[in-house]
């Protein structure tokens, strides 16, 4: 294993603005460099990358390698073996001394200015945990549910509560990763641990009006290598794989339903834990099998093969 300090610009603002992205690659070379050189290029002076490479794959591991050369590029790491998202994230978290942690997934494209607006909108509201850009598609927003979800914040900003957001794009206040400490071995998932973080009493939430992430692993996105469902093979995401999906049709419902998943969530964490979790697990599952739902502006489309 092997870790490379970048020399970097130092920065001429507080050091409580500093924001410190990690961004995985491992084996899809075409996504890793338009991902990376988007991030890298979009970065300011506050803004540090830290690139983790896990694996062998030869051709990613030279893009890697390439864009750590870039100013904004704070360091590089590589790992012969794969050691998937604990370790990088950790890794990051542990090392870090910025005031703002993120990741940025390297199949994503975020809008200009993401980073700025996420963090003017922490300064104005010290009660914000983890907040996010919304990496679904304009079509997928569902107004009767979302705007219920909806939340005024000081310093004109706005934002759609929710306990979770995806483990890409956000801001994360410091002081959050320090009372909760790093991702556990026994229990790594982002989600839950967004989770605790409400339930600690921070607000999480998608920053409103979204400020989007272009999911080059959605199938419409005009960035995506998912074409037919013979790219699936080759092109698959980590969860498509984990869940053994290889249909294109079957996994662009699956990325519908999860937009349509986080508008309906409760936004009390008590309701993500226990039996009260195993019942809305239990509920979820029968309305996606069935298509049948009790709330409004529900496209029969989400239905599951």
């Not at 750590?68 to 704070?74: D, F, G, N």
């Not at 994230?89 to 997934?105: M, P």
């Not at 936004?267 to 993500?272: A, E, I, M, V």
Request: with cysteine; charged share 30%.
């Amino acid at each position: 294993m092997s870790t490379t300090p970048i020399a970097a610009s130092s920065s001429a603002q507080s050091p409580n603005q500093i924001i410190d992205i990690l961004m995985i690659t491992h084996r899809r070379p075409r996504y890793a460099r338009q991902s990376l050189k988007h991030l890298l290029d979009s970065c300011d002076d506050t803004m540090r990358v830290w690139i983790w490479h896990n694996g062998d794959n030869e051709e990613t591991l030279a893009v890697a390698k390439e864009m750590s050369e870039h100013p904004r590029c704070y360091r590089f790491h590589h790992s012969p073996v794969n050691e998937k998202l604990r370790a990088p994230t950790n890794w990051l978290w542990e090392e870090a001394d910025g005031a703002y942690l993120c990741k940025v997934d390297d199949d994503c494209l975020l809008q200009e200015g993401w980073a700025q607006t996420l963090r003017a909108a922490h300064e104005a509201n010290p009660e914000l945990g983890v907040i996010g850009c919304w990496r679904f598609q304009e079509e997928d927003y569902v107004p009767e549910l979302a705007e219920k979800k909806l939340r005024d914040l000081k310093g004109g900003h706005r934002m759609l509560v929710n306990c979770w957001v995806q483990g890409s794009g956000y801001l994360m206040k410091r002081e959050c990763m320090e009372a909760q400490g790093p991702l556990s071995k026994e229990d790594p998932c982002f989600t839950k641990y967004c989770n605790s973080i409400a339930e600690s009493g921070y607000v999480n939430g998608f920053y409103f009006p979204f400020l989007f992430e272009d999911h080059m692993d959605d199938p419409r996105s005009p960035n995506t290598l998912l074409k037919r469902d013979e790219d699936m093979a080759e092109h698959a995401p980590l969860s498509a794989i984990r869940d053994g999906v290889t249909s294109l049709e079957v996994w662009q419902e699956r990325v519908r339903w999860n937009a349509y998943m986080v508008q309906k969530s409760p936004t009390n964490p008590r309701w993500l834990r226990g039996w009260r979790l195993r019942v809305r697990m239990l509920l979820d599952k029968i309305e996606r099998v069935t298509g049948k739902s009790k709330g409004p502006g529900v496209n029969p489309q989400f239905k599951a093969k």
